[in-house]
Structures are given as structure tokens and as C-alpha cells.
């Protein structure tokens, strides 16, 4: 997969590792991950063969990621919820009072963190609301298409008529907050704790730097491994 041509999206479904080298290279494989590395490559700048070099690298090191493409969808569905929704759920909690306490101390000098904690908060909402929805409706019935075609239950027809209908709706729910995770790095200038930043503001930017690089890998286990599976043993079962 490691070519010109490859997609982003699946660079990193076939090798996990791959999304660190991607994360350092600024390139966006989950929201933009049908973009082919040639042209992420040319949009964004990095060098094209060293950046190549480096996935080679990554691929033969071996590294020990979880290659979730090789999974059962069930297994898939269970992770994100344990580790993604919950780190997600988690983090607000830690975040957003160490946003507000950063900014009473700091927003004289430092403007930009009204904008920050504006910006967190509405990704954190739009994240609870998201993640309500795929727990309490999408999961289940891809892990109910998963079993039928397994042939341990019939599946009813769900009241969405088909899983594109909730998978493109979550789809341009992960753009919203991909765009707002991008806005809160814009606004950080990249989480560069400033000059007369105290612990806790590099507390803060390193948290939002590990929210960003968590949201990424969430949203690449659903739109180019997850959703697309489901796409398929749909089709299948109809």
C-alpha cells in the first residue's frame, strides 16, 4: 500500500503504524483518507519520498498496532466504544475547566483562548451527541448485520431503511469535527505553549494535542474500515 497512488485511508488500515508517520506529517487520513498520498503530498508540502521512506520503514520495524481491518466488525464497534468514546468522555471532563481556568489567568494577554475553549466546547458537544447516536443506534445494527450474516439471527429492516443513511450522517459529522479540531490547532499555532505560558497552559495545548490525534484515529476506524464494511455485508445480507 505504501505507493503514490495508495490512499491515505488505507495506508493506515493496513498498517497502523503508519498513522504516526502521517500525524508528523500533518496529512489528514481519516476525514481526508480517499485522497491519494501524491496528492495529500502535493496540498500539504511534505516531501513525497521521504515520506514514503518513512512509511517503508514504519511497515518493515513491524510494528505492534492492532490491525483492526483484520477483525470482526463486533470486535471493531466494542473498541471504539471502550477506548475512543470513553478517552473522548473522559477528556472533556479534564479539558474544559482547564480551559476555562487557563483563560481567567491568561486571556488578558492571551485573547486567542476565548476562541480555544469556544471552539472545545462546541466539539464537545457535537462528539456527546455523536457518540450517543452510534452507541444507541448504528453500532447495534451493524453488529446485528454482522450475526445474521454469521447465521445466528435474522436482522430486521431498521427504520432508516440503510446503513448509508446513518453512516453519511455521521460522516459529515466527523468533517464538523475534524474542521474544529483544525480551527483549535490553528488558534494554538499548533500548540506552541507562548513564551509567558505557565504549566498549566502547556497542560492544556498537550491535551488538546492528544484529543486531536485521538479524534483522527477514531474517525479513520469508522469512515475507511468500519463504515465501508458495513456498506458491504449489507448488501450482502440483502
Known sequence: MNTRDAKL????ATNPGAARVLEEAALDYCCGGQRSLHDACAQAGPSEDELLERLRENELAGAADMNWASTS??????HIREKHHRYVRDAIQRVQPLAAKVKAKHGAHHPELAEI???????????TMHMQKEEMILFPYIDALER????????????????????????????SAG???KQIRKFT?????????CASFTSLYNQLREFEVDLHQHIHL????????????EAHES
Open 222 to 233: 469508522e469512515n475507511n474500515i468500519l463504515f465501508p464494511c458495513a456498506v458491504k455485508l
Open 73 to 78: 466488525l463486533a470486535e471493531l464497534t466494542r
Open 179 to 181: 474542521d474544529l479540531a
Open 9 to 12: 485511508g488505507q495506508i493506515v
Open 189 to 197: 499555532s499548533g500548540y506552541a505553549t507562548p513564551s509567558d505560558g
Open 117 to 127: 475553549e469556544r471552539l472545545f466546547l462546541q466539539l464537545a458537544r457535537e462528539m
Open 148 to 175: 445474521a450474516a454469521n447465521g445466528d439471527e435474522a436482522v430486521e429492516r431498521p427504520f432508516f431503511q440503510t446503513v448509508r443513511n446513518p453512516i453519511q450522517a455521521m460522516m459529515k459529522e466527523h468533517d
